[in-house]
Structures are given as structure tokens and as C-alpha cells.
């Protein structure tokens, strides 16, 4: 099968002849390693988007009263903040990763379906553009402005708000589409192209993170397709999904969105759960502990994720069964992340560790998402909750919780297989540089922002009041100290790029896996002929 | 490796005392009804075991990076899982206790309390209807026929141009909730438009205002003050800029109070079942 697929492509490693030069080339690829590189670039473009957005916001916030930007913008900014993290960087970024690295650790000659690839990441563009083109418009005085009600969309503020809105529908059905297509794509590869004799419980962890990663989009994309087409439909075809004078209820608006909104953050947790432990065991030198452990807690925390989302809705006034049994059951989902936790602790524990910088993020992953973990535990304690929600201390759990998966466990995998991708070992001294400029900016960031939501700071204000102004002070300062860490991770990759020591097949010493059985760099095509797998 | 190591910690460390020297508020308000220290307690609760749980494994995984070191001649272990019945017992206990943490120590008070908040109707003395509006908000007390707006006073050029702020810089209206003390009150919250939240910190309520349903909360505060709050569901353009502020006064206080409110003439029931009418009460209230 998987050899039947390399046929009619040149057997010769050879550049020439099978892709034109020039940048028809990149928009005519199927090949899943350009793809993967065109997926994180894209990403990391959008990261500098979202952050120079976010950047702007923490400046306003830097001290009471409104200095630099009128609300309008500030609630421009923070919406599309919250849309391209999550859709135009954490998505794109894991999905890139995923389009590398699948084919070589799983030992195919490239994605199962090449021309969907393509498809699937030329669609992204366009969509990134519908959904900040109203921004930059607005900038020059031209309509109202982006979308500007937060990512959540509630219901009827994204009724009542400018063609911002529409726009930014349509570019989350576009994105809807790119994810479905590259879900399919992940599911149909895994399912059938793996090396003979790799089975499903022998498949490295990545993969399986992955798998469940796309399960859940397929699951939950659709759905949140139809939610925003019938807000679409609300604000111009008469409709009254969600208008209580037509017989319809804003707060379903708020279900439909939590039950694409929660499954969301395991989508973007899933991919790096699944490549930190080849990380934590490269470089304990120690086999991944409890690897069946860790593959059966992913599938319950895709199965437990769909069913906990209204967790973020015990403000709305639910019932009180209700109210209990979201508490008990997202209580559950402790368990399978507990389990995760214990096997990383486990195979790094009695290991033989070195801390170079993809072990260094990883763990710094390890760390920083158990706080966010564990804050989870407080939110979702309903007692509680009614104080945390919507205000600076949920902001700040998020963030623990989405910063350290989607960012620093990227930046671990991204450093962890550079090495195979440019042929280049890293800068150690600019890693480990990275490294601590993101420690000391993100905790700077986000600590402050526990205690001022604890105080009484809700989210999403463009002003406060002043006994909140020393905290916002700190958190905007740490804010451009953690920007500032992300351009030496560029300018790391650009010199890693360039040049640098050589790195040998097997670039790290404790490295397992397929990928590292191909040269350093990976040719353009990998595994045309299928590995024999004797695990 | 370690010299950074030590750079970064102390950083941290500085940052922490220095926050800790310089008095910021960090916790919740001190708690003045029922519910609000039921949250109190399982909010210190739980942040306490949080804690705990979150330090325990930290110093593992700190002892871990200094002993089980490539650096310190440590050769790796090749264990991939618990082989024996006593590593079975050991790899599992963690889980019994989360298990014990998570449905005993947590679940069985939040049980409680979440039943608690939501007994809005039992011995209610008094009920206070909250409407959010973009952006302000409308408090009507239905049985005595009274209602009116509270909006914003914090002036513009306290907000734009960097004038001198005030204490309550943003936490000011013209025309507060007053709530008589000791009084068991059943809130009921809707709104005109989109949805808000009304939150007063130091009652430990926050309660959605949808529009077109009603929603229900209680308070019972215990000591007269004023109490601020803000909206917390964004509401568009002004959702920081729409205050919560309630004025707690003496039961005395507060029939002299609201009878003063009471419109003058006898028709005033009828008063009480018609909607507020946005625009006449924004322009007397202007």
C-alpha cells in the first residue's frame, strides 16, 4: 500500500523535474514536508499578529484610564487575539508539525491524500485574511472595524455587531473546512499507511495524540459551522435562533460554542501531549513510561472533552443537576491528565537527563501546564466559580493552560526535530536564552493576573480601577518581555537555518524512532520503500 | 546550566516579595453574605491543596533534574512500567487520592454550597429586579413600585486625558442599589439587549442577564456599606464602564429610603408592573 503510493514519482532524490521553481512551486506542492514548513510558517506569522495585537492591548493596560486605544479597537483586538492564537497559530503550527514528522515516525512516503494537503493549508491564507482584513480596514477609517465580541461570539452582541462579523464567519468556515480536510487526511494516513508491522499500540505517541486531535475536529467543526451559520442567518435572513422575541434563547449560542469551545483546547493540547514524551525520553535516555497508559488517557480525555463544555456557562444561570453533574464529570477529566503527568514524571524519573533546550521547553511544559492543570481544578468547582469566571483569574488559567502546550510544547518539538529539518544542530546559548527570557516573561505576565482577578478584575475592560493598576502594570511589563523571547526563537531558527554544527542522523543522543533512521537533512522523500518495523 | 538556573529563580523570588511588601490586593473582598464565604472558604480550600499538590510534585521533578543527571554520572533505569503487585499499589494510590480530593474534599462542600446558592426562594423578604442595558443598569423593586437607573459618573476627562482619578475612579454612579441589611433578597436579572453579568465581589454572586429570560440569585448581606462591583460579560462597546454599586443601609434607613422613592401619586402598583422606559429614564437620569 504504502509503496504503491511513491509509484509514479521519481525514485531519484533529485529536485529537479517533479516541482517547478519559484513560488509555484510552494503553491503546487503536495509533498508533506514542504507543506509542514508552509503549515508553521504560517503559524508563526500569525503568532507575531496575535501577539503584536495582544501587545497593543497590554500597553493600553499598562495604566488606568484609555491612553492609546478606544474601546471599539480594544475589543477588535482582543477578539481577534483570542481567533488567531487559537485558529491561525496553535491549529496551523500543531497540523505543520504533524505533516513533517507523521510520514517519517510512522514510516510512509508522504500523507495519504497529497492534493488535499494542498487544498487543506492554501485555503488558510485566504481565510486569515477574511478574518483580519475588516481590522486594517477600519485602521484606514473603512467600515466598522474586525469582529468585536470576543472569541466567544455571544450571542446577540454578534447579532448586533458590524460586517466585522460576517467576515469573520466566513473565515471560520474556511478555517472549518482546512481543519476538517487535514483531520481526514491525519486519520486516513494513520490508518493506513503505516510501516509494516508498525500496529496501532506500537505507533509512536505523537501519532496517537494526533489521531485524537483529528477526531475531535471532525466531531466538533461541523457543529460550530452550523452555530455560526445561524448567526449568520440571525443577522440577515430574519431568523431568531437566538432571539427570545422569536422563540429562540442566547444561550444556546453559548452551548453550541463551548461544545466546540472546550474539545477545542484538548485539540490544541493533544498533538504536544503526543510529542512531549519522545522529548522528556530523548533526553532521560530512558524508554516513555506507561506508553498504553498515556495512549488510552488520550482517548479519554477526547471522549470525557466532549461532554464537560458547559463548564464555562455556570454564570448563565443552568440548573442545579446540571450545574453538579458538569462540575463532577469535568472533575473527571483530572484523572487521564493525571495519568499523563505521572508517566512524563515517570519516564524522566531515574533517568540519565541532559537539559538542552527542546528537553528545557518540554519541561518548562511540564511545569508551568501542571499549574494550569491544577487552577482547571479550581474553575471547575462550581462553589467557587462564580468568582473566578470572567474575570482576570480565568484569563490567567487559560493562558497556563494554552501557553505552555500550544507555545512552549511547539518550541520543544520545533527544537527537538530542527536538527532532522535543516541538517543543523541549534544554538544551545541562544535556546537556553529562549528558554528563560520566556520563563521569567510568561510567569511575569500571568501571575499578576491570579491575584487581580481574585481581586475583582473582569476580562475584556479597555480600563480599571486603580487598586488593580499595580498588577496590570506588572503583567503588561512581563507581556513585552515574553514578546521579546519570541524573536530570539526566530532569529535561533533563522541561524539554525543558515548554518551551524552538522547534525548526524540520530541528532540527539537518547533519540528513538523512525525519523531518526533518515539522514540529517530528510531528503525530500522519505520512506518510499517501507521500514522494517521489529519493535 | 545551574548558575541560569539560579538567575531565573531569584527573579522570580524578588518579584514575589516585592508584590507581597507592596499590600496589593490578591484574595477576595472580605466576604459580607452567606454565599460569599461559602466561596471564600472553598476558594482558600481549594487553593491550599492546589498548592500543595503543585509544590509536592515540583520538588520532585527538582529533585529528579539534580540527582537523575547525565551531568552528575546518574545511568539511566529502563523501567517502562509498574512490573509487581507493590509498584502496581504505588503507581495507583496517586490516582485514590486525586479520586478523594477531587469527589470528597472538593465535590462534597461544593454539593452543598452550589444547593445553597440555589435556594433563591425560601424566606425571600424582598425582591430586586436587576436589567442589564447597554450600558447601564435598572433596578426595580416590583412590590413597591420603585425603579430607576444607575449609570456611570466617573467624568470623561478622568478617563481620556489623565486628569487626577478618584478612589472609585470607575466604580461611581449617580444612583446606587440600596439594600436594607440583614435581609434575605431574591435577585431576579434580565436584560435589554445583550447579555451582561452583574457581580459584586463581596456579596460572591455573578449572575448572567439574559435577555428575554429571567435569572435568579440571592444575597443576604450582613454589614452595612457600599459595596462596587462591575459588569462581567462583554456587552459591547462600554463593558467597562457600566459599575455595580450597591449601598447597604439599616432596615430603618431603607424604608425611609424607598418610601421616598415611591412615586407621589396613588396609582403607584400599576407603576411597578410597567417595563422601564429606556430613553425618559436615561434622559432623568441625565
Request: proline residues 6%; charged residues 10%; aromatic residues 14%.
Amino acid at each position: 500500500m504504502a509503496h504503491d503510493m511513491a509509484h509514479g514519482l521519481p525514485v531519484s532524490d533529485s529536485h529537479d523535474g517533479h516541482y517547478k521553481g519559484g513560488w509555484v512551486r510552494w503553491l503546487e506542492t503536495t509533498n508533506h514536508k514542504d507543506i509542514g514548513i508552509m503549515y508553521l510558517i504560517f503559524g508563526f506569522i500569525m503568532l507575531f499578529i496575535g501577539g503584536g495585537m495582544i501587545l497593543t492591548v497590554r500597553l493600553e493596560l499598562f495604566q488606568p484610564g484609555l491612553q492609546f486605544v478606544q474601546p471599539e479597537l480594544f475589543n477588535q483586538l482582543i477578539t481577534l487575539h483570542g481567533l488567531v492564537m487559537v485558529f491561525g497559530f496553535a491549529m496551523p503550527a500543531a497540523t505543520g508539525l504533524a505533516n513533517y514528522m507523521l510520514p517519517m515516525m510512522i514510516g510512509a512516503p508522504d500523507m495519504a491524500l497529497p492534493r488535499l494537503n494542498n487544498w487543506g493549508f492554501w485555503i488558510l491564507p485566504p481565510a486569515a485574511i477574511m478574518l483580519t482584513l475588516p481590522f486594517f480596514l477600519g485602521l484606514m477609517g473603512v467600515g466598522p472595524g474586525a469582529v468585536d465580541t470576543g472569541w466567544t461570539m455571544y450571542a446577540p452582541l454578534s447579532i448586533q455587531s458590524g460586517w466585522g462579523m460576517d467576515f469573520a464567519i466566513f473565515a471560520i468556515h474556511m478555517l472549518g473546512v482546512s481543519s476538517i480536510l487535514g483531520s481526514i487526511n491525519v486519520i486516513v494516513t494513520i490508518l493506513n499507511m503505516r510501516a509494516p508491522g508498525m500496529t496501532i499500540m506500537k505507533m509512536p505517541l505523537f501519532a496517537h495524540g494526533f489521531l485524537m486531535t483529528a477526531v475531535l475536529l471532525i466531531t466538533i467543526m461541523p457543529v460550530f459551522a452550523g452555530g455560526v451559520t445561524m448567526v449568520l442567518m440571525d443577522r440577515h435572513f430574519d431568523t431568531h435562533f437566538f432571539n427570545a422575541a422569536g422563540g429562540g434563547d442566547p444561550v444556546l449560542w453559548q452551548h453550541i460554542f463551548w461544545f466546540m469551545g472546550h474539545p477545542e483546547v484538548y485539540v490544541l493540547l493533544l498533538p504536544i501531549a503526543g510529542a512531549l514524551p519522545h522529548v522528556f525520553s530523548a533526553f532521560a535516555r530512558k524508554p516513555i513510561y506507561g506508553y498504553k497508559a498515556q495512549v488510552y488517557s488520550f482517548w479519554a480525555i477526547a471522549g470525557l472533552g466532549l461532554v464537560v463544555w458547559a463548564h464555562h456557562m455556570f454564570t448563565s444561570g443552568m440548573s442545579f443537576a446540571s450545574q453538579i453533574y458538569f462540575m463532577y464529570i469535568t472533575m473527571a477529566i483530572s484523572f487521564p491528565l493525571a495519568v499523563l503527568f505521572f508517566c512524563w514524571i515517570a519516564t524522566i524519573w531515574k533517568g540519565s537527563m541532559s537539559f538542552e533546550t527542546p528537553m528545557l521547553f518540554a519541561l518548562g511544559s511540564l511545569v508551568l501546564f501542571g499549574w494550569g492543570g491544577v487552577t482547571g481544578l479550581a474553575l471547575s468547582d462550581v462553589a467557587a466559580d462564580a468568582q473566578y469566571h470572567n474575570a482576570y483569574f480565568m484569563v490567567a488559567h487559560f493562558h497556563y493552560a494554552f501557553y505552555p502546550t500550544a507555545v512552549m510544547g511547539a518550541m520543544a518539538a520545533i527544537y527537538y526535530w530542527l536538527p532532522k529539518w535543516t541538517g543543523h544542530m541549534l544554538n544551545e546559548t541562544l535556546g537556553k536564552l529562549h528558554f528563560w527570557v520566556t520563563i521569567v516573561g510568561f510567569n511575569l505576565t500571568f501571575i499578576p493576573q491570579f491575584f487581580a482577578g481574585l481581586a475583582g478584575m473582569p476580562r475584556r475592560i479597555p480600563d480599571y480601577p486603580l487598586m488593580f493598576a499595580e498588577w496590570n502594570m506588572l503583567s503588561s511589563i512581563g507581556a513585552f518581555v515574553l514578546g521579546s523571547a519570541h524573536l530570539i526563537f526566530v532569529y535561533n531558527v533563522y541561524k539554525t537555518v543558515k548554518g551551524g554544527e552538522k547534525a548526524a542522523d540520530k541528532a540527539w543522543e537518547g533519540a528513538e524512532g523512525l525519523e531518526w533512521t533518515v539522514p540529517s537533512p530528510a531528503p525530500y522523500h522519505t520512506f518510499e520503500k517501507p521500514p522494517v518495523i521489529n519493535l | 546550566m545551574r548558575s541560569l538556573y539560579k538567575f531565573g529563580l531569584s527573579i522570580l523570588l524578588a518579584l514575589g516579595s516585592a508584590a507581597a511588601l507592596a499590600g496589593y490586593a490578591f484574595n477576595f473582598p472580605d466576604p459580607v453574605t452567606p454565599i460569599a464565604r461559602e466561596t471564600l472558604h472553598m476558594h482558600n480550600l481549594v487553593m491550599v491543596v492546589i498548592l500543595i499538590m503543585f509544590f509536592v510534585v515540583l520538588g520532585m521533578l527538582i529533585y529528579s533534574f539534580r540527582t537523575h543527571n547525565k551531568a552528575a554520572g546518574f545511568k539511566a533505569s529502563k523501567f517502562t512500567g509498574p512490573t509487581n503487585r507493590k509498584q502496581w499499589l504505588w503507581a495507583l494510590s496517586p490516582f485514590a487520592l486525586l479520586f478523594v480530593i477531587d469527589y470528597g474534599v472538593f465535590g462534597i462542600p461544593a454539593f452543598h454550597a452550589v444547593a445553597l446558592y440555589e435556594d433563591t426562594r425560601t424566606d425571600a423578604e424582598l425582591v430586586v429586579k436587576v436589567t442589564g442595558s447597554q450600558w447601564l443598569w435598572q433596578y426595580e423593586f416590583p412590590a413597591e413600585g420603585v425603579s430607576y437607573t444607575s449609570r456611570l459618573t466617573t467624568p470623561r476627562d478622568q478617563i481620556d486625558s489623565g486628569a487626577a482619578k478618584g478612589a472609585n475612579y470607575l466604580l461611581e454612579v449617580d444612583n446606587p442599589l440600596v439594600l436594607p441589611v440583614g435581609k434575605k433578597i431574591r435577585f431576579i436579572t434580565t436584560s435589554n439587549d445583550v447579555i451582561h453579568s452583574w457581580w459584586v465581589p463581596a456579596f460572591g454572586v455573578k449572575r448572567d442577564a439574559v435577555p428575554g429570560f429571567l435569572r435568579e440569585f440571592w444575597a443576604k448581606v450582613e454589614k452595612t456599606g457600599t459595596y462596587r462591583g462591575q459588569c462581567s460579560e462583554l456587552c459591547g462597546k462600554e463593558h467597562g464602564f457600566m459599575p455595580v454599586v450597591v449601598n447597604v443601609v439599616s432596615q430603618e434607613e431603607f424604608a425611609k429610603w424607598i418610601a421616598s422613592k415611591k412615586p407621589p401619586v396613588a396609582s403607584a402598583p400599576t407603576a411597578a408592573v410597567e417595563p422601564v422606559a429606556g430613553t425618559a429614564v436615561l434622559a432623568k437620569a441625565q
